[in-house]
């Protein structure tokens, strides 16, 4: 446990690691919950389909992207002014493409997960089947095909519960499903392999540039918020200790307090002053302000 601890204080990609592991666990919690149920109604089977396939990918791929650091970031990043130091754009694609490969990850697994059950496809595409290729349905003649179909994913249904060509026409489509499936594991594989190993042997020096820079920036931004919170603590002590410690004096309370309270407002220029004029990373100079 402190092993794990540890390895989520060591940094962003560590916290966003994590938040993508949540997100994966809570979309296979939420697939195994739900259960999978047909409406078997023509017109209705494949709208359906595709919005239990599609929907939550998408809610997951925003959820993704909104909770990782890396948004916030990039937005900064991408908003404030250059002043005088220069936006490493090849860092900001790396960064992008680290938040949108993580928040891709549970909607991909979603997908791939249903083509494997193979239900989704089976409720979807039935109805396109020809029923003639698997046998027809020649002991229902008073019945429209359409209808039939329709009715393929339901096992329940007590007419085609023992037909030979439902049967047949669920097998072909779930073995369609699965390879489907199968494929798209082994074509992420490959993909991944290949941004995982030919990328740092054709270019390791940039590789290595960029694995830097984006340590700095995450170091950066962590030291940024222990400094505010240092700082705020500092100011708030010494406002309240300020406060009780000066004697009973209704106006020489309201003066100290008036200029107690100058100092954040002061410390909101500094931040400012980062915002708009972040300083150059070789030859920085300490601040000239020191906080006491």
């Not at 560590?14 to 109604?41: D, Q, R």
């Not at 991944?192 to 995450?218: E, H, I, K």
């Not at 200029?259 to 500094?270: D, F, G, H």
């Amino acid at each position: 446990m402190e092993r794990v601890l540890k390895y989520l204080k060591s940094g962003t990609e560590a916290k966003m690691n994590a938040v993508c592991g949540l997100i994966i666990l809570t979309s296979m919690i939420t697939y195994k919950v739900y259960e999978f149920k047909c409406p078997c109604i023509p017109g209705f089977n494949k709208p359906y389909s595709l919005m239990v396939l599609l929907a939550p990918p998408f809610i997951f791929f925003f959820v993704g992207v909104i909770v990782s650091q890396y948004c916030t970031i990039l937005t900064l990043e991408c908003s404030r002014p250059e002043g005088n130091r220069e936006k490493n754009k090849k860092l900001l694609r790396q960064m992008f493409t680290a938040m949108i490969a993580r928040a891709l990850a549970a909607p991909v697994l979603w997908i791939l997960v249903c083509l494997l059950d193979g239900k989704a496809l089976v409720c979807a595409f039935s109805e396109t089947m020809d029923p003639e290729q698997f046998g027809g349905f020649a002991d229902f003649v008073e019945y429209d095909t359409a209808f039939l179909l329709a009715k393929v994913p339901c096992k329940s249904f007590g007419l085609l519960h023992t037909s030979s060509t439902r049967k047949a026409i669920s097998r072909f489509l779930k073995f369609l499903s699965q390879g489907i499936g199968y494929i798209t594991i082994l074509v992420f594989i490959v993909l991944a392999a290949v941004a995982r190993f030919v990328g740092p042997m054709l270019n390791p020096a940039v590789s290595l540039q960029l694995r830097y820079w984006s340590r700095y920036t995450d170091m950066e931004e962590k030291y940024f918020e222990e400094m505010c919170i240092e700082h705020n603590h500092k100011i708030a002590e010494r406002n309240i200790k300020g406060y009780f410690e000066i004697g009973n004096d209704r106006e020489e309370r309201c003066k100290a307090n008036t200029e107690l309270a100058e100092a954040p407002v002061e410390t909101l220029i500094y931040v400012d002053k980062w915002y708009h004029s972040r300083p150059s990373i070789l030859g920085a100079e300490p601040p000239d302000h020191q906080y006491k």
